[in-house]
């Protein structure tokens, strides 16, 4: 009686560790429509594709099958919101990634907690800018069509060029974050109209309530990883700076008026596998009101 149900065990730990390798490789877009009295008509139907934490993954050889499939999306912009690198692995493929996706739209970068342990940083930026990305280091830019504009404003994540006390708690380290993302947003916003459609790219899902008191429309986000385990009724099962059974993973998330998108994203950066939580693409289409 052993043997077969040792069989089956085997059998079905088999067809499940080939499944969770088989859908980290698969490739989805999720769509989104964002509609605002603050996008002109000439704006209406423009699209932004989001790229998060990519972390040095690979999806064919040289990245074809994600280059391919962005290709055919044809987004107005990128936007790429953090962990473009995987600690101090990944630098070579980033930047032939964003080498090749340059060539399709405009795009706009901030980093991510991985960006900032990664010995990388400081040779990345230096190739981002020689080929046209835009890294929005606490700052902004605009996204401009038939003359009329959306603001885009992206922070560093808290961890990069911070000397913090080695003794403080986690909640004094979580309070310190707080205040670095309210000055970081501050100075990215500094200048932008009131009557502009703003974007704020941000890595952290969990500073959710300091980007509601921002001036700002909608938010993109990532570094939760879809709590990389999702169940039913669950956003993941853990995600980090959230913890076990978070509740900013994924989707699209609104209060008063304010809108936070958080991606998925696309790699991987644990030894856990994503399981039922396929890589994701957001794409968002801007309507005016």
Same mark, same amino acid.
């Given at each position: 009686?052993?043997?077969?149900l040792?069989?089956a065990?085997?059998?079905? *730990?088999l067809l499940?560790?080939?499944?969770?390798y088989?859908?980290? =490789?698969?490739?989805?877009?999720?769509?989104?429509?964002?509609?605002?009295? =603050?996008? *002109?008509?000439?704006?209406?139907?423009?699209r932004i594709?989001?790229?998060?934490?990519i972390?040095?993954? @690979?999806?064919?050889?040289?990245?074809?099958?994600?280059?391919k499939?962005?290709w055919?999306?044809?987004?107005d912009a990128?936007?790429?919101t953090? !962990?473009?690198?995987?600690g101090?692995?990944g630098? /070579?493929?980033?930047?032939?990634?964003?080498r090749?996706?340059?060539? @399709?739209?405009?795009?706009y970068?901030?980093?991510?907690?991985? &960006? *900032?342990?990664?010995? /990388?940083?400081?040779?990345l930026?230096?190739? #981002?800018a020689?080929?046209?990305?835009?890294y929005?280091q606490?700052d902004?830019?605009?996204?401009?069509?038939?003359g009329?504009?959306? *603001?885009?404003?992206?922070? !560093?994540?808290?961890?990069?060029a911070i000397d913090?006390?080695n !003794?403080?708690s986690?909640?004094?380290?979580?309070m310190?974050?707080?205040?670095?993302?309210q000055?970081?947003i501050?100075?990215?916003?500094a $200048? %932008?109209? !009131?009557?502009q459609?703003?974007?704020? #790219?941000?890595?952290?899902?969990e500073?959710?309530?300091?980007?509601?008191?921002?001036p %700002?429309?909608?938010?993109?986000?990532g570094?939760?990883h879809g709590?990389?385990?999702?169940?039913?009724y669950t956003e993941?099962?853990?995600?980090p700076?959230q $913890?076990?059974?978070p509740?900013?993973?994924?989707? %699209?998330? &609104? &209060?008063?008026?304010k809108?936070?998108?958080?991606?998925?994203?696309?790699? /991987?950066?644990?030894i856990?596998?994503?399981?039922?939580?396929e890589?994701?693409?957001? #794409?968002?289409?801007l309507?005016?009101?």
């Open positions: 009686m052993k043997k077969p040792l069989k065990t085997g059998a079905a *730990a499940f560790t080939g499944y969770a088989w859908s980290t =490789k698969q490739l989805r877009t999720t769509e989104y429509n964002i509609t605002s009295s =603050k996008i *002109a008509p000439e704006l209406d139907g423009l594709l989001q790229l998060s934490d972390h040095g993954s @690979v999806f064919g050889r040289y990245n074809h099958r994600l280059i499939k962005i055919a999306i044809q987004p990128i936007v790429v953090g !962990d473009l690198l995987d101090d692995e630098i /070579n493929i980033a930047v032939t990634l964003m090749k996706l340059i060539k @399709v739209c405009p795009i970068y901030v980093t991510g907690n991985h &960006e *900032a342990r990664s010995a /990388n940083l400081q040779d930026l230096p190739e #981002l020689k080929m046209g990305v835009t929005l606490n902004h830019a605009y996204i401009t069509h038939d009329k504009s959306i *603001a885009i404003a992206g922070i !560093d994540d808290p961890s990069i913090k006390p !003794d403080l986690r909640d004094e380290e979580i310190l974050e707080e205040v670095i993302v000055h970081k501050k100075e990215a916003t $200048g %932008i109209p !009131d009557s459609f703003t974007i704020l #790219l941000s890595h952290r899902p500073k959710w309530p300091i980007y509601q008191q921002a %700002i429309d909608l938010v993109f986000c570094h939760a709590g990389q385990v999702r169940l039913p993941g099962l853990y995600a700076h $913890g076990f059974m509740k900013l993973t994924a989707g %699209i998330h &609104e &209060e008063d008026g809108q936070m998108i958080v991606s998925r994203g696309i790699g /991987n950066a644990t856990i596998p994503r399981v039922f939580n890589p994701e693409m957001p #794409l968002i289409t309507h005016s009101k």
